[in-house]
C-alpha cells in the first residue's frame, strides 16, 4: 500500500502522521503551504475538495477528514492494537465515544477560540465568542480532568487512538490545560511517544 500525506505543519495534519508512525508505516509527505494560500490553488483543489489539509491518497484514491483516517488506519492494521477490538467491551465502547467526542464535542469549541481569538482577521471576529466558547471548553476540560484522574489512557489500560486524537487537540490550547493536573500528566506522558515526536518534528525546509 503506498501512502502519501498531504501536510501543512502545526495543523489538524499531525493526527494521521501520528498513526503512521505509531504504525511504522511507510508514507510519503507532500507539503502544502497552507499560510501562503496553496490550499486554494486549483492542483490542490483536485486534491482535497475544500482546500484543507489534510489528505490522505492511499494507492492513488483520495481520503479526507483526519479522524476518519486515523480510525481506518487504526482498525486496518489491528495488530499494533490502536483501538480495542469491535465487540461488545467496555474498551471498545469507551474508544467509540471518545474518538467521537473529540470532532464532535472538543474539536469545535477550542476551533472557536482559536479562530475568533486568533486566526480570523479583527473585522470578521464576533465578539462574545470567545468568552462563550472558553466557558464551554473550561466545563468540558473538567470533564476529562475528572475522567483522566487516576487512569493512564481514555479506553481500558492502553494507549489507543483516541488518546491520540484527545491529546493532539488538547495541544492546540496548551495554556488552557494549567490547574488540571492528571490533563497535564495526560498530555506530558503523550507527548513523551517516540511516534509523537517523530510526528511533531517540522519537515519544512526552512525549519
Ligand atoms: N474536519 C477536517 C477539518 C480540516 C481543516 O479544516 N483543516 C484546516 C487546517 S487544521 C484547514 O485546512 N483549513 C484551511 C481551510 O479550510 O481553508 C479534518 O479534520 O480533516
Redesign the pocket.
Known sequence: MAIALYY?HG???L?PRWVLEELGLPYELRLID?FQGE??SAAYRRVHP?????AMEIDGEVM????AMCHWLSESYPEAQLAPPPGDTAARRAYTQWVFYV?GTLEPLAFQILLHGAILPQAQRVIGMVPWATGRYKGVLEVLERTLTGREYLAGDNFSTADLLLGSTLLWLPHMLEDHPALCDYTGRLQQRPAYQRAATDPSPRA
Not at 50 to 54: C, D, E, F, M, S
Not at 64 to 67: D, G, K, L, P
Open positions: 501543512t495543523t489538524r495534519s493526527r497552507l490550499g486554494n475544500h482546500g484543507a489539509v489534510p479526507i477528514e483526519s479522524c470532532p
